[in-house]
């Protein structure tokens, strides 16, 4: 299945519909989409450092959310109105003070929700500082067919 939206369809998407979170000072950048997949970044911060000198579990949420959204949407088009109801996470390790790379997966898609996970690395290291499953809600009469 090929993807509903690219990037750049994506990028605009999102800078219309959610100019709060998703704009030049927000740090967060889509790299890749793929069928029921992306890889997203949050750029380092300074300001996401908390004691201890770690990025915050609020900014590895957040990346997490992001990233889960993007994959939805990338899979089934532009649906605003699709909503987090769930995210569990998981801190591995301590995230080294530089970006963040997100990938998500979508493990189940069926008419109503999305299943899937998230693995956050800090930038240039494979080992994952956190695993995320999150759960999204699809609104009724997006078009989506059940499988």
């Not at 769930?86 to 997966?105: C, G, M, Q, S, T």
């Not at 956050?120 to 956190?130: L, R």
């Amino acid at each position: 299945m090929p993807v509903a939206m690219t990037v750049e369809e994506l990028e605009r998407f999102l800078r219309r519909e959610f100019p709060q979170g998703f704009h030049s000072d927000s740090g967060l950048g889509i790299e890749a989409v793929w069928e029921r997949g992306c890889r997203v970044r949050q750029a380092f911060r300074p300001m996401s450092i908390r004691p201890g000198g770690t990025i915050s579990g609020p900014t590895m949420m957040a990346l997490a959310d992001f990233a889960m959204y993007v994959a939805v949407l990338a899979t089934i088009g532009p649906v605003p109105l699709a909503v987090t109801i769930n995210l569990n996470i998981n801190f591995l390790r301590k995230a080294a003070p530089r970006d963040l790379v997100a990938e998500a997966r979508l493990l189940k898609l069926g008419k109503r929700l999305a299943m899937g996970e998230v693995t956050i690395c800090s930038d240039g290291e494979a080992e994952p500082v956190a695993h995320v499953t999150s759960t999204y809600s699809i609104p009724p009469g997006n078009g989506i067919m059940e499988p």
